[in-house]
């Protein structure tokens, strides 16, 4: 790793801080531990979820996302209900009162974060947010994190399939979309096939 890849780990190692000090002071006022405001984020976020996969999108032992989870039932800010298609499995949502408070703890370390993100052109903001796909699909095909919902790695997503500013190409929305469009977390993705999503990333590499 040369010395650029140090200093930008060192940088990416400063949010996490940042992330970091930021859920602990702003859980404190709710009452909350930083991992149960991140669990009321998450659930605003997927809605309805299976405890084993809210623990494995936090990274955490399923028994500790459980006792966070009954820990937060006991406050009234989630309810568990079985799942439509398998009344075995158990789901997670929020209840009224957990939408307010999940609300005011996905804003823990947004508002820091987006005012700086704030002050960069479109085209400093697209690179930094390619760059940082890029460094999420390694994660992901290391297993450092769970498959995350970006167009990479979707059905519908088609890298070098647009043109001009925007080179990539959704056919769920029949449009070409530029890479500052593309997205980390999106609610319709549909994960391709292993040689899709193969071809894809080593596609969008290149773009």
Not at 41 to 55: D, F, N, Q, T, W
Not at 168 to 177: G, P, R
């Amino acid at each position: 790793m040369g010395p650029i890849h140090e200093r930008l780990a060192d940088a990416l190692g400063r949010f996490a801080a940042l992330s970091r000090a930021s859920e602990q002071r702003a859980s404190s006022p709710a009452n909350l531990t930083p991992l149960q405001g991140r669990a009321l984020a998450l659930l605003s976020r997927r809605g309805p979820i299976r405890v084993g996969a809210l623990a494995k999108e936090l990274m955490v032992a399923y028994a500790t996302a459980s006792e966070a989870l009954t820990t937060l039932e006991s406050k009234g800010l989630v309810v568990k209900e079985a799942a439509p298609d398998e009344h075995r499995a158990v789901l997670v949502d929020l209840t009224r009162k957990g939408r307010t408070i999940a609300r005011r703890a996905s804003g823990w370390v947004s508002k820091a974060i987006e005012t700086a993100v704030s002050t960069l052109d479109d085209g400093e903001a697209g690179a930094i947010l390619a760059g940082l796909i890029k460094l999420l699909v390694t994660l992901e095909a290391d297993g450092a994190i769970l498959e995350a919902r970006m167009c990479v790695s979707c059905r519908y997503f088609e890298s070098g399939g647009g043109q001009g500013a925007r080179p990539h190409y959704c056919h769920l929305l029949e449009s070409s979309i530029g890479t500052h469009e593309l997205r980390v977390d999106c609610p319709e993705h549909e994960r391709g096939s292993p040689d899709q999503v193969s071809r894809a990333v080593a596609s969008f590499r290149l773009v």
